[in-house]
C-alpha cells in the first residue's frame, strides 16, 4: 500500500533525481501524533501550520472540522489524550527564559472534542491554578500546585475525570515522592489517590478499577527501583530485593482481567526480555527474548490490552511477533506483507479496538499515519511527519556489528548514500549524545539523511555506555567517557575503512552534546585518523561543565556525574578534551546555543580560546536565543549549511585530490557569524 502514489508518478525525472534541498532536512515535522476518540467518533491530529502548533479535530463521518486550536506562537503542544469521546486532556510547553527550546509547563487543560457546543477549554492542573485568566483557557476549580503533572489514562467508568502523576520538576532543590492523583477534567477539582514509594520521579501503572499496582521511581543515584502493591490498601512492596536488587523490572501493562503483568525484565540475564507474570502466585513465563539485545519497544493488541510483537535493534527482522492466539496477532502478520521493511506501531485505538490509528515507518520513510479498520482489514492514509520527504530518494541505513579491540561486539548503524558506490566514500562519524542509555536506531535519521544526500556516508557507533544491548553493557561506560566509549568509535571508523565504506583521509567526525565531546576527543586521541571535528553543543572542559551544568542543581544530578562521569577534578581534567588540545591537527568547527544551560556556552567560548591561543583555524556558529541544540528551523538551517560547507572543504570533493595530504587552508574569512575568527 504505497502513500501518495498519483504524487508520487508526477514527479519528472529531473526534479527527483535533483539534490534534495537542505531545507526539506531542517523542517520540523507537520503531523508528531494522530489519535482516535475511544468511540471512533473523531480523530485528532497534532499539526505544525505557519509556525504554529494546532490540535485539529475532524469528525469521521463527514470529515467536517469540529475543533481548531491555535497554541500560539510563543507556545508548543506538548502531548495530548482522550478523556471519554468528547474531551481531551493537553500539555503545554513554553520557551524558558530567552531559550527557544520549550520547556513543558506541567500544566494540563482540557477541551472539547467539538467547540461549536459552547465552553470547550478547562484549566485543569498546574501552578497557575484558579488564577488563570484571560479568555482562552478560563478560570477554574483547580488549586495552584508547583509540581509536574502527566496524564497517566483515563479514569475508568468516569468519563469526566482522569489519572495523571506528578512529580517535581527535574530543576527543583527539593525532590518529594511522586503522587498519584484523580482530577475532573471539566472543573480541575482533584484528590490524592496514592503516594510514590520514595523520593524522585515516579512512573504509575494503575489496573482496570484504576488502582495503582506498580510503581517505577528513580532514585538518588539515578537506578530504576520497581514498587508492587497489592488491593486498594495495600503498602508498597520493592522488586528489586534479595537476588533481584540489581535487576531490571519494569511492568508496562496489566491484563484486562487483571490477572496477568507483563513485565519488561532481564529475568535472570543481562537482556531485557518480555514476560509474563501471574499476580499472587510466581508463575511466569518469558514471551520474547534475545541473546543479543534488549527488547526496545513492545506492539500491543489493537485493544491496548496485551503484547502482539517485540522489536529489537539489530538484524533484521525487527518486529518479532509473538506466541499468542491474540487474532491481532495474524493481523499485524498481514499488516506487515503489505508495509514490507517497515515498522508498524499501533499508536491509538477505539475502546473496542475495531479502529486502530498504525504509525508506519522505516529507515527511509520519516513516518506515516493510516487508519485501519481491523474488521475489514482495510488501512486508509491520513498523513505523513514529513510529506516532503519522499522515501525513494531517502539513502539505505544498515545495522552493522563488528568487534572492537577487546572482542567486545559493538552494534551501529552505517548510511551509505543513494546513488553511490558503496567504497571509498567520505565518511562522517556522528556519536550520539546522552550518552547512557541513547541508542542509535535504524529510524529515519535527519542529520544523516542530509549527509548521506551529498554523498557522505554516515558511521552511527553504539559504543559501550549506549542503551539496548544490556545492562553490563551500559554500565562498561561509567566514567570512561574519554576511554573505552571514544576506543569503542575509533574501532568503528577503522572498520568502516577495513570494509572498504570508508577512504582514509576523508574522515570527519560531528556530534552534539555528549556526542560533541566524543568528536573532540576523537580527533585529539587520534589526530591522524580525522581531517575535521565539528562540536555541536558539545563539552570540552568537565570540570568547568560540571560547576555550570543545570544537572548540578540538585543532588541526584551531582551523584549522576560522580557515579557516570567522574568524582574528582584531577579524573575529570584529563578526561576533558581541551587538556589534550595540543594534539588537534583536525579542523574545527563549533556549533553552540547561547542560553544552553545543559552544556553552557562558555564551553565553547573555552574551547576557541584554547584554539586561537595556539593559531588553530576554526569557524564558530553561535546563536542567540537557542539552548541545547538549535530548536528554530532556520538556525538549523544554517547550521546544515555551514555543516555541508565545512565538510565539503575539508573530505569533499574539493578536498578528493588530497586526501593523504595536510587539510586544505582555511578560506578567507569573512563577515558572518559562521566564521569569525575571534568574536568576543
Given at each position: 500500500?504505497?502513500?501518495?502514489?498519483?504524487?508520487?508518478?508526477?514527479?519528472?525525472?529531473?526534479?527527483?533525481?535533483?539534490?534534495?534541498?537542505?531545507?526539506?532536512?531542517?523542517?520540523?515535522?507537520?503531523?508528531?501524533?494522530?489519535?482516535?476518540?475511544?468511540?471512533?467518533?473523531?480523530?485528532?491530529?497534532?499539526?505544525?501550520?505557519?509556525?504554529?502548533?494546532y490540535l485539529v479535530v475532524q469528525r469521521l463521518s463527514?470529515?467536517?472540522?469540529?475543533?481548531?486550536?491555535?497554541?500560539?506562537?510563543?507556545?508548543?503542544?506538548?502531548?495530548?489524550?482522550?478523556?471519554?469521546?468528547?474531551?481531551?486532556?493537553?500539555?503545554?510547553?513554553?520557551?524558558?527564559?530567552?531559550?527557544?527550546?520549550?520547556?513543558?509547563?506541567?500544566?494540563?487543560?482540557?477541551?472539547?472534542?467539538?467547540?461549536?457546543?459552547?465552553?470547550?477549554?478547562?484549566?485543569?492542573?498546574?501552578?497557575?491554578?484558579?488564577?488563570?485568566?484571560?479568555?482562552?483557557?478560563?478560570?477554574?476549580?483547580?488549586?495552584?500546585?508547583?509540581?509536574?503533572?502527566?496524564?497517566?489514562?483515563?479514569?475508568?467508568?468516569?468519563?469526566?475525570?482522569?489519572?495523571?502523576?506528578?512529580?517535581?520538576?527535574?530543576?527543583?532543590?527539593?525532590?518529594?515522592?511522586?503522587?498519584?492523583?484523580?482530577?475532573?477534567?471539566?472543573?480541575?477539582?482533584?484528590?490524592?489517590?496514592?503516594?510514590?514509594?520514595?523520593?524522585?520521579?515516579?512512573?504509575?501503572?494503575?489496573?482496570?478499577?484504576?488502582?495503582?499496582?506498580?510503581?517505577?521511581?528513580?532514585?538518588?543515584?539515578?537506578?530504576?527501583?520497581?514498587?508492587?502493591?497489592?488491593?486498594?490498601?495495600?503498602?508498597?512492596?520493592?522488586?528489586?530485593?534479595?537476588?533481584?536488587?540489581?535487576?531490571?523490572?519494569?511492568?508496562?501493562?496489566?491484563?484486562?482481567?487483571?490477572?496477568?503483568?507483563?513485565?519488561?525484565?532481564?529475568?535472570?540475564?543481562?537482556?531485557?526480555?518480555?514476560?509474563?507474570?501471574?499476580?499472587?502466585?510466581?508463575?511466569?513465563?518469558?514471551?520474547?527474548?534475545?541473546?543479543?539485545?534488549?527488547?526496545?519497544?513492545?506492539?500491543?493488541?489493537?485493544?491496548?490490552?496485551?503484547?502482539?510483537?517485540?522489536?529489537?535493534?539489530?538484524?533484521?527482522?525487527?518486529?518479532?511477533?509473538l506466541d499468542t492466539d491474540n487474532l491481532d496477532r495474524?493481523?499485524?502478520?498481514?499488516?506487515?506483507?503489505?508495509?514490507?521493511?517497515?515498522?508498524?506501531?499501533?499508536?491509538?485505538?477505539?475502546?473496542?479496538?475495531?479502529?486502530?490509528?498504525?504509525?508506519?515507518?522505516?529507515?527511509?520513510?520519516?513516518?506515516?499515519?493510516?487508519?485501519?479498520?481491523?474488521?475489514?482489514?482495510?488501512?486508509?492514509?491520513?498523513?505523513?511527519?514529513?510529506?516532503?520527504?519522499?522515501?525513494?530518494?531517502?539513502?539505505?541505513?544498515?545495522?552493522?556489528?563488528?568487534?572492537?579491540?577487546?572482542?567486545?561486539?559493538?552494534?551501529?548503524?552505517?548510511t551509505l548514500p543513494k546513488g553511490h558506490e558503496p567504497?571509498?566514500?567520505?565518511?562522517?562519524?556522528?556519536?550520539?549524545?546522552?550518552?547512557?542509555?541513547?541508542?542509535?536506531?535504524?529510524?529515519?535519521?535527519?542529520?544523516?539523511?542530509?549527509?548521506?544526500?551529498?554523498?557522505?556516508?554516515?558511521?552511527?557507533?553504539?559504543?559501550?555506555?549506549?542503551?539496548?544491548?544490556?545492562?553490563?553493557?551500559?554500565?562498561?561506560?561509567?566514567?570512561?567517557?574519554?576511554?573505552?566509549?571514544?576506543?569503542?568509535?575509533?574501532?568503528?571508523?577503522?572498520?568502516?575503512?577495513?570494509?572498504?565504506?570508508?577512504?582514509?583521509?576523508?574522515?570527519?567526525?560531528?556530534?552534539?552534546?555528549?556526542?560533541?565531546?566524543?568528536?573532540?576527543?576523537?580527533?585529539?586521541?587520534?589526530?591522524?585518523?580525522?581531517?575535521?571535528?565539528?562540536?555541536?553543543?558539545?563539552?570540552?572542559?568537565?570540570?568547568?561543565?560540571?560547576?555550570?551544568?543545570?544537572?548540578?542543581?540538585?543532588?541526584?544530578?551531582?551523584?549522576?556525574?560522580?557515579?557516570?562521569?567522574?568524582?574528582?577534578?584531577?579524573?575529570?581534567?584529563?578526561?576533558?578534551?581541551?587538556?589534550?588540545?595540543?594534539?588537534?591537527?583536525?579542523?574545527?568547527?563549533?556549533?553552540?546555543?547561547?542560553?544552553?544551560?545543559?552544556?553552557?556556552?562558555?564551553?565553547?567560548?573555552?574551547?576557541?580560546?584554547?584554539?586561537?591561543?595556539?593559531?588553530?583555524?576554526?569557524?564558530?556558529?553561535?546563536?542567540?536565543?537557542?539552548?541545547?541544540?538549535?530548536?528554530?528551523?532556520?538556525?538549523?538551517?544554517?547550521?546544515?549549511?555551514?555543516?555541508?560547507?565545512?565538510?565539503?572543504?575539508?573530505?569533499?570533493?574539493?578536498?578528493?585530490?588530497?586526501?593523504?595530504?595536510?587539510?586544505?587552508?582555511?578560506?578567507?574569512?569573512?563577515?558572518?557569524?559562521?566564521?569569525?575568527?575571534?568574536?568576543?
Amino acid at each position: 500500500m504505497p502513500r501518495k502514489i498519483i504524487a508520487v508518478l508526477m514527479i519528472p525525472a529531473a526534479v527527483s533525481a535533483a539534490e534534495i534541498p537542505i531545507a526539506d532536512f531542517a523542517r520540523d515535522p507537520e503531523i508528531t501524533h494522530l489519535t482516535i476518540s475511544p468511540d471512533g467518533k473523531y480523530l485528532a491530529e497534532a499539526r505544525l501550520m505557519d509556525g504554529h502548533d494546532y490540535l485539529v479535530v475532524q469528525r469521521l463521518s463527514d470529515h467536517k472540522i469540529t475543533a481548531k486550536l491555535d497554541i500560539g506562537k510563543d507556545w508548543r503542544l506538548g502531548s495530548y489524550a482522550w478523556v471519554g469521546s468528547e474531551r481531551i486532556v493537553l500539555s503545554f510547553a513554553e520557551p524558558d527564559g530567552f531559550q527557544n527550546r520549550p520547556r513543558l509547563t506541567g500544566e494540563l487543560v482540557s477541551m472539547s472534542a467539538d467547540m461549536s457546543a459552547g465552553e470547550s477549554m478547562r484549566y485543569v492542573y498546574g501552578f497557575r491554578g484558579g488564577d488563570v485568566t484571560g479568555s482562552r483557557i478560563p478560570r477554574s476549580g483547580s488549586d495552584a500546585d508547583f509540581r509536574d503533572a502527566e496524564f497517566i489514562e483515563p479514569m475508568p467508568g468516569d468519563p469526566h475525570s482522569a489519572i495523571i502523576a506528578v512529580n517535581d520538576f527535574p530543576r527543583s532543590a527539593r525532590i518529594r515522592n511522586g503522587e498519584l492523583k484523580r482530577v475532573n477534567v471539566y472543573s480541575g477539582t482533584s484528590a490524592s489517590l496514592n503516594i510514590g514509594p520514595i523520593q524522585g520521579y515516579t512512573r504509575f501503572l494503575v489496573d482496570s478499577k484504576g488502582m495503582p499496582r506498580y510503581a517505577v521511581a528513580v532514585d538518588e543515584h539515578w537506578r530504576a527501583r520497581t514498587f508492587s502493591r497489592s488491593g486498594d490498601d495495600g503498602e508498597w512492596t520493592p522488586l528489586n530485593a534479595g537476588d533481584l536488587r540489581e535487576s531490571r523490572i519494569i511492568p508496562f501493562a496489566i491484563s484486562s482481567d487483571d490477572k496477568r503483568v507483563f513485565v519488561e525484565s532481564d529475568d535472570g540475564s543481562d537482556r531485557l526480555c518480555i514476560v509474563e507474570q501471574e499476580f499472587g502466585t510466581a508463575t511466569h513465563k518469558r514471551l520474547s527474548c534475545d541473546d543479543a539485545a534488549d527488547v526496545t519497544d513492545t506492539v500491543m493488541s489493537f485493544d491496548g490490552k496485551e503484547p502482539i510483537a517485540a522489536v529489537y535493534e539489530g538484524n533484521p527482522p525487527w518486529e518479532r511477533l509473538l506466541d499468542t492466539d491474540n487474532l491481532d496477532r495474524q493481523r499485524l502478520h498481514e499488516l506487515q506483507k503489505v508495509f514490507p521493511n517497515q515498522l508498524i506501531v499501533p499508536v491509538s485505538h477505539t475502546d473496542d479496538g475495531k479502529k486502530v490509528v498504525l504509525h508506519v515507518y522505516s529507515d527511509r520513510n520519516p513516518g506515516d499515519y493510516y487508519l485501519f479498520d481491523a474488521a475489514a482489514m482495510k488501512a486508509d492514509y491520513m498523513g505523513s511527519a514529513r510529506s516532503w520527504i519522499d522515501p525513494d530518494q531517502m539513502s539505505e541505513r544498515r545495522a552493522i556489528e563488528f568487534k572492537a579491540r577487546d572482542g567486545q561486539s559493538i552494534h551501529g548503524i552505517i548510511t551509505l548514500p543513494k546513488g553511490h558506490e558503496p567504497q571509498n566514500l567520505p565518511l562522517v562519524v556522528y556519536p550520539h549524545g546522552g550518552p547512557f542509555g541513547t541508542l542509535d536506531t535504524w529510524a529515519w535519521d535527519a542529520d544523516a539523511q542530509l549527509l548521506a544526500s551529498r554523498g557522505y556516508a554516515v558511521l552511527q557507533v553504539n559504543f559501550r555506555g549506549s542503551g539496548g544491548y544490556g545492562e553490563s553493557f551500559l554500565n562498561a561506560g561509567r566514567q570512561r567517557w574519554d576511554s573505552i566509549m571514544i576506543d569503542d568509535i575509533t574501532d568503528g571508523t577503522q572498520w568502516a575503512i577495513k570494509q572498504g565504506f570508508a577512504k582514509p583521509g576523508r574522515i570527519c567526525i560531528y556530534g552534539g552534546s555528549y556526542g560533541g565531546y566524543a568528536a573532540m576527543m576523537s580527533a585529539v586521541r587520534e589526530p591522524d585518523l580525522y581531517r575535521c571535528v565539528i562540536g555541536y553543543a558539545g563539552i570540552y572542559d568537565l570540570n568547568r561543565w560540571k560547576r555550570d551544568t543545570d544537572i548540578s542543581s540538585n543532588g541526584n544530578g551531582r551523584n549522576f556525574i560522580a557515579e557516570f562521569v567522574s568524582n574528582t577534578p584531577e579524573r575529570l581534567k584529563q578526561a576533558s578534551p581541551i587538556t589534550l588540545i595540543d594534539k588537534l591537527k583536525a579542523d574545527v568547527m563549533i556549533v553552540h546555543g547561547e542560553e544552553d544551560e545543559r552544556v553552557p556556552v562558555n564551553q565553547a567560548n573555552l574551547l576557541r580560546e584554547a584554539l586561537e591561543s595556539r593559531h588553530l583555524h576554526y569557524e564558530w556558529l553561535v546563536k542567540p536565543n537557542e539552548g541545547h541544540g538549535f530548536f528554530g528551523e532556520k538556525n538549523r538551517q544554517d547550521m546544515y549549511e555551514k555543516m555541508l560547507a565545512f565538510l565539503e572543504r575539508n573530505i569533499g570533493s574539493e578536498s578528493a585530490g588530497a586526501a593523504d595530504s595536510k587539510p586544505p587552508d582555511p578560506p578567507t574569512v569573512g563577515a558572518g557569524e559562521s566564521s569569525k575568527q575571534s568574536p568576543k
